[in-house]
């Protein structure tokens, strides 16, 4: 069956379309509104006219392959509490880390968040009981109904300058007193070299835990999480 615009579909295979944006964006040809709504166009049509959930997600793979390079998240996550997915997508991420943490008996509460419109509709049709949990926003300037205990998000949602940005805006703004901001999954290709939790150690954020495992198909690569714990986690818990 065909599938339009399956070459701009994941965000890893869009590296030269994106380092094209962000070029235009350094050259001040656009706005950080311009950037944001030149990445959508990559990723609105790709998404919405995948077959799969986990296509609509952005995952090349099934739903074998999906739990293993997504499931690891849930091991950042060490009691009950609320989860916000920083661009949600589809919400497949929402509703399977709420069984991978039932399987080690934690309750979670999921909450959606994704600037694209469209794609926050249809998550809100997939999971119609979660649906007033589903947001439309720029996580740099989204007004929460409250603070997560949980919140995921990967860096390149935002123009790399804004990067340093958007985490210290989710750790001031969105992340509970005594919550936790989970950055990924994401792939290194060079074991050995610097990771994104090398970078934001940089910016001055102690990283409270990671975890990674072998990416399933690419060899030498690994698939990575890391967190940050907000200053109100208790160090002996």
């Known amino acids: 069956m ?35 709504a030149r990445v959508a166009d990559i990723i609105r049509p790709a998404y919405l006219a995948a077959i799969t959930p986990q296509a609509q997600s952005g995952h090349s793979g099934d739903a074998a392959t999906w739990e293993h390079a997504r499931g690891l998240l849930a091991d950042a996550i060490d009691r009950d509490g609320t989860f916000l997915d920083v661009g949600c997508a589809n919400g497949l991420l929402m509703e399977t880390m709420v069984r991978w943490c039932a399987a080690k008996r934690v309750r979670i509460e999921p909450y959606g968040l994704d600037i694209v419109p469209e794609l926050a509709a249809l998550a809100r049709s997939r999971l119609p009981r979660w649906a007033e949990r589903i947001f439309v926003g720029n996580a740099l300037t989204w007004t929460p109904p409250m603070r997560f205990d949980f919140v995921r998000t990967n860096l390149e949602y935002v123009p ?57 198909t690419r060899l030498n690569e690994l698939q990575r999480v890391f967190w940050i714990d907000a200053p109100g986690v208790s160090k002996g818990a």
């Open 160 to 216: 790399p300058r804004r990067r340093r940005d958007l985490v210290e805006r989710l750790m001031r703004d969105i992340v509970a007193e005594d919550g936790r901001l989970i950055i990924g999954v994401y792939s290194n290709a060079d074991p050995g070299g610097p990771g994104l939790d090398d970078i934001v150690r940089g910016w001055g954020y102690p990283v409270a835990g990671q975890v990674e495992r072998p990416h399933r």
């Open 2 to 36: 065909n599938d339009p615009g399956a070459e701009y579909r994941f965000r890893d295979r869009a590296g030269s379309l994106i380092a094209e944006i962000d070029a235009a964006l350094d050259r001040g040809e656009i706005d950080e509104a311009g950037w944001h």
